[in-house]
């Protein structure tokens, strides 16, 4: 029995905005669009595994509870790269290893959101991933924000339109409908026999048409199928941004070594070759540094995470430039927590609480947002919680992404996101 | 089916089964398969033969009483008529990580004790300990010994955490608590090494509530910071000298923070939520007291019996609370008797239930197993499995963080399911001439219906749509008359056993 999988769902009564055409078309018409000189958007979500200590990325420099509270992990102030004050006037800098996106920072092209999280913050790195991937601190259990969103896209939605650089499944992803493949490796995503030539062919042609028979009086199975049927469906496509070399664009530099790099230079393969895909997901780990964070040696565990992102974004950032792709992308990271403000007897630093977004793109509006935390450790201080343990948040990471549904996606973030959490002075995009 | 009989039944008694009257055929033993795929990773032949010949009852007991059982996997390793390994010098699992990843695969499709080898993969999961955090601290030496190494290969004795929780398999859930905190990888991988005195380390102390015992929802923040100063002090000390200088737990009472700690949670039996103020010298008492407490915490009893309900009898829907709670009951009146808990699960109507046939996504290292037990080992070598199971989303000693994996549906996405249908034609592949040969020798293949029939029945897989059945009939007959060649048979035979090991409904076990 061929079923049709899809149908249109309206997602909680929100209702479905006016998407551009672009957005869950075939291949062929992106491609017309793209050759129309028409914008797409792209979303790149880039989460940091862990709980990124965000106060030795941004780092107040010149708050001296920084140096008495993190003796053995503050950045001196004269190695950070400044990027001025904030609202609070807050003295800030980049860790001295950022110098890729210090440049993005000054071309106003990075956003960084300060002590975004949201009430009673969440410790734990599995309850907190459920919480910023739902968007849902009351009942973590759904379906990603993302894939919300991506079930709302009117039907049919190409089996491409989301690609997951990583092997497993990230919640932000979970979707009712619309199973996002997961792409480690595009040189590796091909079908395998052991025949050749007209049996092989004659396998493959059977694997896609037993695909076809999707057994939905049993859900279990046919999410299996689902699988199944998107890896068939996007094999040859996915082939094409195999042989996608970053190096053509001249200045981009995707470091060989750096697997985060690599997963961005087959997000950038994706995008130029017009494959159709419109969300990514990424990932780059290591953050739960709870020892031997080593955040200044050059050879130490927080310089080199810094390194990671910052040479995989930079790389980014220069090969959709030199393609002419950068006004039509908007990476956007998070992490489950912040960490806690006084170092531990590790020399690293436990779970914690608000922390720092970061937005990338050619229509980011750059700059800082919101206020850094005072360090003082009276228990009164307002920035604080946690007996001043830790960084109390000051925007919900929620507005956060109501933003981007609202002015990126050109969707309801009320109706993805179950509520109103629209702020005005989020403009970041 | 006697199973479907006892369905309606609300007693107690209900929940065991009666012994099976009859033995059905080979390959169309549903008991012994279903038992085999949960209880173990899949049957090979002679397990077919030897558990078909046992009552439910006999097959279950034999399962569990597994030291009864007594060959030496190990011994097998190397000899003709097993699986392969593939080293790049001396076979070391003991100090080289690749090594022990195919010792274990080999164990796993050739032991005779399968439910200890199942079990020690469900701690693995549960206590979830990544190699490559050890070999960054200790190198990569250490690293693969404090997770693998036997006592009896090791000069200093050292038994790696793995080794610990096989022996440990069926044993007292409260010794394994305690067996885990004093286990240097442990120690290493949740960061208690560096527990000190002025400065408590939370990660152990968080993760043994959160993850180990009573689950989030069930401590407080403040517990975690007492849990922390709890278990200040547990570290190691190096101690031997040469080959023989190792690793091992010590009491450190120099670093033992000594204050009273409180928790949301009694501790002791009279209810009393707080562990006294001790001097340092008697401060280890503190975690033995926290870990005797969160043992036999009910939300400790219903935290594992739901988990091992999804991993032996159903990931489908909600587990039942009564079901959930019976076997709660038998782990706190067994005093934390991991035996007991698994007699009575695999005893239980609900592990018999129809409805739960074929109601878990498999693990790959499940899949992998199984498939080789299925289609055959001979000539092939485990070495080549290893990247495969990477692709499909799991590497033994590597779970990706100490939550362990992600389960369910979360092992499907498109590139780890094209990882298992590219192993199924990978094994089809290696295997081509011994497919052949097989459906040869049982007059299989007379026509393409004929070696449909024989290899559905060689593959049990989750039932197949009669849609799909035709999708494999029209494949057989795709590329020119049937003759039954050996040539046609191992085309065929390969590419059907592809297929099916590959389909969406090899998957569920």
């Given at each position: 029995m061929k079923v049709t999988r899809r149908q249109f769902v309206t997602f909680t009564g929100g209702g479905v905005a006016a998407f551009t055409m672009t957005y869950a078309a075939p291949e062929f018409i992106s491609q017309l669009a793209l050759a129309q000189g028409a914008h797409v958007r792209n979303l790149v979500i880039l989460y940091l595994s862990g709980g990124n200590d965000s106060l030795s990325m941004l780092i107040p420099y010149n708050d001296p509870f920084y140096y008495s509270r993190r003796p053995t992990l503050a950045v001196p102030a004269g190695q950070v790269l400044q990027v001025g004050t904030d609202a609070s006037r807050v003295a800030l800098g980049l860790h001295p290893r950022l110098t890729g996106l210090k440049q993005i920072f000054d071309q106003g092209r990075l956003a960084l959101i300060q002590r975004t999280g949201y009430p009673n913050q969440s410790r734990s790195h599995f309850e907190g991933v459920d919480i910023w991937s739902t968007a849902n601190p009351a009942n973590a259990a759904g379906l990603g924000w993302v894939g919300r969103y991506l079930d709302a896209l009117p039907s049919p939605v190409d089996a491409l339109v989301g690609w997951n650089t990583t092997a497993s499944m990230p919640h932000v992803l979970q979707s009712a409908q619309t199973p996002v493949p997961a792409i480690a490796s595009p040189s590796g995503y091909a079908f395998s026999s052991p025949n050749s030539g007209a049996e092989a062919t004659a396998e493959r042609t059977s694997a896609v048409r037993i695909a076809s028979h999707v057994p939905v009086d049993r859900p279990e199975l046919a999410f299996v199928y689902g699988s199944t049927q998107g890896a068939l469906a996007t094999l040859d496509r996915v082939a094409t941004v195999a042989t996608y070399d970053g190096s053509l664009t001249g200045t981009a530099n995707y470091p060989a070594n750096n697997g985060f790099a690599q997963a961005l230079k087959a997000v950038a393969g994706a995008m130029v070759r017009g494959i159709g895909t419109r969300v990514f997901y990424v990932t780059t780990g290591g953050f739960d540094t709870h020892s031997a964070q080593n955040v200044v040696q050059t050879n130490g565990a927080y310089y080199g995470l810094m390194g990671t992102i910052n040479d995989g974004l930079l790389a980014f950032y220069n090969d959709l430039r030199n393609q002419g792709l950068l006004d039509d992308t908007l990476v956007l990271s998070f992490s489950e927590f912040g960490r806690r403000i006084s170092e531990n007897g590790s020399s690293g630093t436990d779970h914690g609480s608000a922390s720092v977004m970061m937005a990338m793109g050619g229509r980011v509006n750059g700059g800082l947002y919101g206020t850094a935390p005072?360090?003082?450790?009276?228990?009164?201080?307002?920035?604080?919680e946690n007996a001043a343990g830790d960084v109390a948040f000051e925007t919900d990471f929620r507005s956060v992404y109501a933003r981007v549904a609202d002015n990126w996606l050109g969707t309801d973030s009320v109706g993805l996101l179950g509520a109103n959490f629209r702020k005005s002075s989020l403009a970041f995009v | 089916m006697h199973t479907q009989q006892n369905a309606a039944g609300g007693r107690r008694d209900d929940y065991r089964l009666s012994p099976r009257e009859t033995r059905i055929t080979r390959r169309s033993d549903r008991h012994v398969e279903h038992l085999l795929r949960r209880a173990g990773c899949g049957a090979r032949p002679d397990e077919l033969d030897f558990y078909g010949d046992m009552s439910i009852a006999e097959a279950v007991d034999t399962l569990v009483d597994f030291d009864q059982i007594n060959t030496d996997v190990d011994s097998l390793i190397g000899q003709p008529g097993y699986a392969g390994i593939t080293a790049g010098g001396a076979f070391s699992p003991r100090t080289v990580i690749g090594d022990a990843r195919q010792r274990w695969l080999f164990r796993l499709v050739h032991t005779d004790r399968p439910l200890q080898e199942k079990m020690t993969l469900f701690w693995h999961h549960h206590f979830a300990t990544g190699y490559n955090k050890l070999a960054n601290a200790l190198g990569t030496t250490e690293g693969a010994r404090y997770l693998t190494a036997k006592p009896s290969e090791d000069p200093g004795g050292v038994r790696g955490q793995l080794e610990m929780l096989r022996g440990n398999a069926l044993g007292n859930f409260r010794d394994i608590l305690t067996a885990i905190a004093k286990d240097p990888a442990m120690l290493y991988w949740l960061d208690g090494v560096t527990n000190t005195k002025a400065r408590p380390q939370e990660n152990f102390g968080r993760e043994i509530m959160e993850?180990?015992?009573?689950?989030?929802?069930?401590?407080t923040e403040p517990d975690v910071y007492a849990a922390a100063r709890v278990f200040s002090g547990w570290n190691v000390q190096r101690i031997g000298s040469g080959d023989a200088a190792h690793l091992e737990f010590i009491y450190n009472a120099a670093q033992h923070e000594t204050t009273a700690k409180t928790f949301s949670f009694p501790i002791y039996a009279d209810g009393t939520p707080t562990i006294p103020s001790r001097a340092a010298a008697g401060g280890m008492q503190d975690g033995l007291d926290l870990i005797n407490a969160l043992a036999g915490n009910p939300n400790t009893a219903r935290y594992l019996a739901t988990k091992l309900y999804r991993f032996f009898v159903s990931e489908f829907g909600a587990p039942d609370p009564a079901f959930v709670n019976s076997i709660a009951s038998v782990y706190l009146q067994s005093g934390y008797d991991m035996k007991a808990v698994m007699r009575e699960l695999l005893n239980s109507r609900q592990f018999w239930d129809p409805g739960n046939a074929f109601a878990r996504y498999s693990w790959p290292v499940e899949f992998l197993v199984r498939a080789l037990k299925d289609?055959?080992?001979?000539?092939?070598?485990?070495?080549?499995?290893l990247t495969p199971l990477a692709n499909m989303g799991q590497t033994l000693y590597e779970p990706p963080d100490v939550s362990g994996w992600r389960l369910g549906k979360a092992w499907f996405s498109t590139s780890a399911m094209l990882a298992r249908m590219n192993f199924a034609a990978q094994l089809a592949t290696n295997q081509k001439f011994n497919i052949a040969a097989r459906a040869k020798a049982a007059a299989a293949g007379q026509s393409p219906d004929t070696l449909l029939a024989f290899f559905q029945r060689e593959l049990v897989t989750a039932p197949l749509d009669s849609g799909v059945v035709a999708e494999l009939s029209t494949y057989l007959r795709?590329?020119?008359?049937?003759?039954?060649s050996d040539a046609q048979l191992q085309a065929k035979g390969s590419g059907l056993v592809h297929l099916l090991s590959g389909s969406a409904e090899y998957q569920l076990v």
């Open positions: 005072n360090l003082n450790t009276d228990p009164k201080n307002p920035t604080l | 993850l180990f015992t009573v689950g989030v929802g069930h401590y289609v055959g080992w001979t000539g092939f070598s485990v070495s080549s499995a795709a590329t020119g008359a049937w003759t039954g």
